[in-house]
């Protein structure tokens, strides 16, 4: 059975979080404030912030230009195909969302009465008073 649109929500956001972590990680080996790496990228500190904590993601530009400025550019086809399977991952929880909960929602009915039949056992026929 698929995973619910909000485990697949919640994937993209740990995928997300986890990529800031790993951006930070790289800032912080540079010894660069979130402010310095903004300024050297024209940035507002803000965005900095927002890709470390995983509040907004990062385009192709903004990987190359962060492994640029912190020395890191070895990261750099890492980080990028981290984030191609982000974009992925982002794709299809979209994907689910637009189809609707409907398809997901009649899954989960049919397999809650499989489950019941099956527990019912052999008594499942039997009428009362029989």
């Known amino acids: 059975m698929p995973p619910s649109?909000?485990?697949d929500a919640s994937n993209v956001q740990e995928a997300r979080s986890a990529l800031g972590k790993r951006l930070r990680e790289l800032r912080a080996a540079a010894a660069?404030?979130?402010r310095q790496l903004a300024e050297s990228l024209s940035w507002p500190p803000s965005k900095v912030s927002k890709l470390e904590n995983g509040r907004q993601t990062p385009t192709d530009d903004d990987i190359r230009g962060w492994t640029e400025a912190t020395g890191s550019q070895a990261e750099a086809q890492a980080l990028l195909a981290t984030l191609?399977?982000?974009e992925v991952q982002h794709a299809e929880w979209q994907r689910i969302l637009r189809a609707g909960l409907k398809p997901r929602q009649q899954e989960l009915i049919v397999a809650r009465l499989l489950d019941?039949?099956?527990r019912a056992g052999p008594h499942r026929n039997l009428q009362r008073g029989a």
């Open 84 to 86: 191609h399977t982000l």
């Open 32 to 34: 660069l404030s979130g």
């Open 5 to 7: 649109s909000t485990s």
């Open 116 to 118: 019941l039949r099956h």
